[in-house]
């Protein structure tokens, strides 16, 4: 069963720092990776869907990348505002894509 | 719509009571998905629907789960005799593609169930 973990669960940072958001997966057969954001009280928001034939995505201050043989996956955040504080959630979608896996998130605080 | 809609979105209900949430997806998306998100975790998936037909059923927690989407676009998930363990945010997601993964799940805001 694929079991998707991510670190660290709470991350507190200055407004105008680079950050960077851990996602792992145990099973490497994946078809595609998506980070989104979810804000309280809110539904999910996509942000960057990775095919498992990419390695990166970007979209303006965010990138993420993905390295599917060892498992993981990086959201790449550039000078962060308060308004990117949130929860940041990593989803891996198997080959029959029916069974999204979610980590429980990071939860991100920008301080002004 | 533009996005997903959900209704309601909150919902409280005494225990042993039956609650229908509904979803409309985004109009033309083929795959439609439920989620149920517990607080402080991630969305743990429920079903997942291909049109009209529910190919997967393996997340529902129990019997007293039911979803239907009769005309391939709506979708209801019922719950039965509601319980407190089943008080979360459930949450509904459509995409485009027929399961191929070649396109983004779009969520909805949720129905927050509370279970009193």
């Known amino acids: 069963k694929q079991e998707v973990t991510q670190i660290p669960a709470a991350l507190s940072v200055p407004e105008g720092e680079n950050l960077v958001l851990n996602c792992s997966f145990t099973d490497s057969a994946i078809y595609n990776l998506q980070w989104f954001r979810q804000d309280p009280g809110k539904g999910l928001t996509s942000l960057l869907l990775i095919q498992s034939s990419q390695r990166e995505q970007t979209s303006g201050r965010l990138n993420a990348s993905l390295d599917k043989s060892s498992g993981r996956s990086t959201l790449y955040i550039a000078a962060s505002q308060p308004g990117d504080s949130a929860t940041y959630l990593c989803a891996v979608g198997p080959s029959n894509n029916n069974d999204m896996r979610f980590g429980a998130g990071t939860r991100l605080t920008v301080k002004p | 719509g533009a996005g997903v809609s959900q209704s309601p979105r909150y919902k409280v209900a005494k225990r042993g009571q039956d609650v229908a949430l509904r979803c409309d997806p985004i109009?033309?998306?083929?795959?439609l998905f439920w989620y149920q998100q517990a607080l402080g975790q991630g969305p743990e998936f429920l079903t997942y629907?291909?049109?009209?037909?529910?190919?997967?059923k393996s997340g529902l927690p129990s019997d007293r789960f039911f979803a239907e989407r009769p005309e391939g676009s709506v979708s209801t998930l019922k719950i039965q005799r509601t319980q407190q363990e089943d008080s979360a945010v459930y949450l509904c997601a459509s995409s485009l593609d027929g399961g191929g993964g070649d396109t983004e799940a779009f969520f909805g805001q949720g129905t927050r169930l509370t279970v009193v």
């Open positions: 109009s033309g998306h083929v795959s």
């Open positions: 629907f291909q049109n009209e037909a529910q190919l997967d």
